[in-house]
């Protein structure tokens, strides 16, 4: 049985202000063109399906389109929810779908239902769906009065309890569909033995950190939520990453969709089809006057996005507008040695309606210089507010 494993599609994600939504349909085209070409026998999507619980109509219209062409191809899909997701959305009309292959984490969690299973030579095959959990989660689906041991805050025994409830049969082939940070070991001191990215949320001291020897029952565990492709802990137990790169920390990563061959109880083999970006991420360094020499930006992907460091001794003037003219998708500058970087402000038309005239025009001049207003300057900028729009200085 061949399985496409695929999570984090964070359909709606903006980088720096930017929509990311054309680059999201030319990898989900891609995908589509993998799945018709190499006709595996399920397509798993392992939660973040938007980036946002508040789906904006766009993102919704995507998504929409990609899973009306994905189950045209014929083969079950499916879909849990992550924790970018609202979960109601994602499990909206879950019975319904499943006439269509299509299977669905619930609109809310009352513990993970029977599994769905596919048959192949081999025999069946036992796919569970879990969502993305808090111990809260976990509580409010099993009554203490009669689960007393689910009653906790760590996430590693609360996702403990709910795979305890779970009737998985071991001498059976089982897939688990999960979306939380799984690490090799859980405790003090441990290696997490996995990498994250800065598009990520990021938890304080590591509190929602769950052990992969949990998931020992199951011979594959197709995870979402860290944005890089890698194991947890045994090769089995494993991240797909992100579709597209979503922050310049991924900048060395090669995208991709985990293909994972299911054959006799016991083997399981792995391998990835790579993805290409219309656009990719990328990191650049140099002086401004090398970074600015036609003989070097025409070596350049100049429509990439991308993050430049200068490496001149003191911050150019107006650096970031004279490059863009150069580069249309700088998306982030910075200066070697220090941490201030300079990117657009990306907010949106009623962010710009409600901020303060001020604070907008001090801001585009820290943008466009990387410098503050001198306390003169500040007194020019509110005197000519003043003068224009009267009443109180801005």
């Known amino acids: 049985m061949k399985l496409f494993h695929l999570a984090d599609l964070h359909i709606g994600k903006q980088v720096h202000g930017v929509s990311l939504l054309p680059d999201q349909r030319y990898i989900l085209e891609q995908v ?10 399920a ?20 998504y929409d389109w ?13 879909i849990i929810s992550g924790n970018h997701d609202s979960a109601a959305h994602v499990g909206y009309f879950s019975d319904l779908l499943k006439k269509n292959q299509l299977y669905t984490t619930a609109p809310e969690f009352t513990g993970v239902r029977g599994p769905v299973t596919l048959e192949d030579d081999h025999g069946p095959v ?44 071991p001498s059976e082939r089982n897939v688990l569909l999960a979306h939380q940070f799984v690490v090799k070991k859980v405790g003090a001191g441990e290696d997490p033995g996995v990498e994250k990215t800065d598009s990520e949320v990021l938890s304080i001291g590591g509190i929602d950190c769950v052990g992969a020897d949990l998931f020992d029952a199951f011979d594959y565990v197709a995870l979402g939520h860290l944005h890089r492709p890698q194991k947890a802990g045994r090769e089995t137990v494993r991240y797909s990453g992100t579709p597209l790169k979503y922050s310049f920390s991924e900048a060395n990563d090669q995208k991709s969709i985990t293909v994972v061959d299911l054959g006799p109880k016991g083997d399981v083999r792995l391998d990835t089809l790579p ?37 001149d001794d003191t911050e150019v003037p107006g650096a970031f507008s004279k490059l ?40 585009f001049f820290r943008d466009q210089t990387g410098k503050e207003l001198r306390p003169e300057q500040e007194e020019l900028l509110k005197g000519l507010m003043t003068e224009l729009w009267g009443g109180d200085e801005a």
Not at 126 to 135: G, I, Q, S, T, V
Not at 140 to 164: C, L, M, N, R
Not at 293 to 302: A, G, K, L, M, S
Request: aromatic fraction near 10%; hydrophobic fraction near 35%; charge should be negative.
């Open 275 to 311: 993805l290409t970006p219309l656009r990719d991420m990328r990191r650049i360094s140099g002086t401004f006057a090398e970074v600015t020499e036609r003989d070097f930006y025409e070596q350049q992907e100049r429509d990439d996005y991308l993050e430049i460091t200068l490496t």
């Open 66 to 78: 990609f899973l009306t062409e994905l189950t045209a191809c014929g083969q079950p899909v499916l």
């Open 32 to 41: 589509l063109e993998a799945v018709k070409r190499q006709r595996p026998d």
């Open 324 to 363: 863009r003219t150069i580069y249309p998708n700088l998306l982030s500058l910075r200066y070697a040695g220090t941490e201030r970087s300079f990117t657009p402000s990306g907010l949106s038309v009623k962010e710009l309606e409600e901020a303060d005239p001020f604070d907008l025009v001090s801001g």
């Open 126 to 169: 036992h796919f569970w769906l879990m969502p993305f959990l808090k111990p809260v989660d976990v509580r409010a689906a099993y009554p203490e009065e009669e689960y007393p041991d689910v009653q906790t805050d760590s996430y590693h025994h609360a996702i403990g309890s709910v795979v305890a409830q779970m009737d998985v049969d």
């Open 43 to 62: 397509v798993l999507l392992c939660g973040d399906i938007y980036d946002k619980p508040q789906i904006a109509r766009e993102a919704e219209k995507l």
